[in-house]
């Protein structure tokens, strides 16, 4: 079984930045794809963005491209989430996943971590 668990959440101000980390331990079979979805209060889970592990190809949710970007260690089973210019929009539920193709949707995805909170403030 993989295992999946984020870290780097927090506080921030508008503007700020925040770095998260998912690192993958355990089994895993055809590692292929990870993903980024976070999940606010009262709303529905959203993609964020995501990226292939072979060669790095990158697909990102229309309301954090050019602010987010999403990057790999394949040596170091991680995968990371490089926030900037972040906003009150963004609080949410942070959560990492792994898919063994691209996708935006969650039900493409069978492994996912813990969640962590990242909360912006005016």
């Known amino acids: 079984q993989v295992q999946l668990e984020e870290s780097g959440g927090g506080l921030v101000q508008a503007g700020g930045s925040l770095r998260l980390s998912c690192v993958a331990s355990?089994?895993?079979?055809?590692?292929?794809?990870m993903g980024w979805f976070r999940q606010a209060p009262g709303k529905e889970r959203e993609f964020v963005a995501a990226?292939?592990?072979?060669?790095?190809?990158?697909n990102y949710a229309n309301a954090v491209t050019g602010r987010f970007t999403i990057s790999r260690d394949n040596a170091k089973n991680t995968v990371y989430l490089q926030m900037n210019s972040l906003e009150p929009e963004d609080t949410a539920i942070y959560y990492c996943?792994?898919?063994?193709?691209?996708?935006?949707?969650?039900?493409?995805?069978?492994?996912w971590g813990q969640g962590t909170q990242v909360t912006v403030s005016s």
């Open positions: 996943a792994h898919s063994e193709v691209m996708s935006r949707g969650p039900l493409a995805y069978t492994a």
């Open positions: 355990g089994r895993t079979f055809s590692s292929y794809s």
């Open positions: 990226i292939t592990l072979s060669a790095g190809i990158t």
